[in-house]
């Protein structure tokens, strides 16, 4: 379908209407739900082109979840938004476990975002003489990047040599927003500025190398938007009441898993941190497709006593409380609920997003262990849709 060329009128009500009417008529299905959102289209301007409408996912919440971070602190109530039964029971089973348990505590260890331009020189001697350059000049090369934003800071780069070809991995800081494109249109001011200063042969603003939405070894080394992690020490009684279970069998059975993911070749070592992240994603406007790096997980649990020690890391949290979808209406109120819309709400944000995580990882171990997995998603996942 051809967009118009005049844009004004694209998020029009009747230009909506025009599009569905033209889908109806070769689909021969009618499209009622998809418009009978409350929400005006004009709010979706620089978020979609040639819309139809609104997907309207459910949302359930869990809670409390104490969370005990630095920049997150006490109880929260959580939204989550998905189609699949019997996720938003479990995540709130295991909140309720990190809350029994005196809460998870969790930081932000590091924080940056990548653009990965790849420049061809000469040949190697010619590279090599441009890594040095680069190093030499790079004071001048961040004041051209962070001349095209007020919010952007080119902090590093590393570079890597393949023959002629150079790769720089250039990293900044991109306050609250998660910032792709602001750093994009810095990076294209770089490579302007050195193409200028430097005899290369050609340039290309992405290499690949900055790994945007896949899943990669170099941003668990490295880091890649936010790096979280995060504790709780589950108690006993917590664990046998609650979880029906002990810290020995989850603890074995952590250990098990680990072994079998890396038979299978997986990247992290977790149950399923990409339900967390994509059902939170989903509901706080995130960029959906930043799922694929984010959801990279790593577990750790070890017996204290009778109680439970589970550690998680998330290197590679991609997520933003201004720009791109989160100002959305119903984005908007999700992050409203757990204080994070906004500016200086970011890393809140990343550490509730982990803390999540946790009470899903906990809960989802436990019931594979105590051997209820089946029967909760009999009970609670079994949509029998009317015709």
């Known amino acids: 379908m051809k967009l118009p060329k005049n844009r004004e009128n694209d998020y029009l009500i009747e230009a909506l209407k025009a599009r569905t009417e033209f889908l109806e008529k070769q689909s021969k299905h009618p499209i009622e739900h998809l418009t009978s959102s409350r929400i005006d289209p004009e709010v979706t301007r620089g978020n979609i082109e040639s819309i139809i409408g609104f997907a309207q996912v459910p949302v359930g919440v869990i809670g409390p979840l104490k969370i005990n971070g630095e920049h997150a602190r006490g109880n929260f109530y959580v939204p989550l938004s998905t189609t699949e039964g019997a996720l938003v029971s479990s995540y709130n089973r295991g909140a309720r476990a990190i809350s029994l348990s005196g809460g998870v505590n969790v930081i932000v260890t590091s924080d940056g975002i990548q653009r990965a331009p790849f420049f061809v020189l000469e040949d190697v001697f010619k590279a090599k003489e441009f890594t040095k350059w680069v190093q030499n000049n790079f004071q001048r090369i961040r004041e051209v990047a962070e001349s095209t934003t007020s919010h952007g800071r080119l902090i590093r780069f590393n570079s890597y040599l393949q023959g002629r070809i150079v790769y720089l991995r250039l990293h900044f800081s991109t306050g609250d927003a998660m910032g792709m494109n ?50 709780v020490l589950f108690k ?39 339900n967390g992240i994509a059902a939170l994603f989903l509901a706080c406007g995130q960029d959906l497709a930043n799922i694929s790096e984010s959801c990279v997980g790593y577990i750790y649990t070890e017996t204290i006593g009778k109680d439970l020690y589970v550690s998680l890391q998330l290197p590679s949290l991609v997520v933003g409380t201004i720009g791109g979808g989160v100002s959305l209406p119903t984005q908007k109120e999700c992050l409203q609920i757990i204080g994070c819309h906004g500016e200086g709400k970011v890393m809140k944000f990343a550490e509730v997003v982990a803390a999540t995580v946790m009470a899903g990882e906990i809960s989802l171990a436990a019931s594979i262990v105590a051997g209820d997995f089946v029967t909760a998603h009999e009970k609670f996942g079994r949509n029998k849709p009317r015709e």
């Not at 994009?184 to 042969?201: M, R």
């Not at 952590?254 to 149950?271: D, E, F, K, P």
């Open 182 to 231: 602001m750093i994009t249109k810095a990076s294209q001011a770089v490579c302007n500025y050195i193409e200028l200063n430097f005899p290369i042969v050609s340039y290309a603003i992405e290499s690949n190398m900055a790994v945007d939405k896949k899943p990669a070894h170099i941003n668990t080394i490295l880091g890649r938007g936010k790096s979280v992690t995060a504790e």
């Open 236 to 274: 006993e009684k917590v664990i046998a009441k609650l979880l029906r279970t002990t810290a020995r069998d989850i603890d074995t059975a952590y250990r098990r898993w680990v072994t079998g993911g890396q038979l299978a070749g997986i990247l992290g070592s977790n149950g399923h941190v990409a």
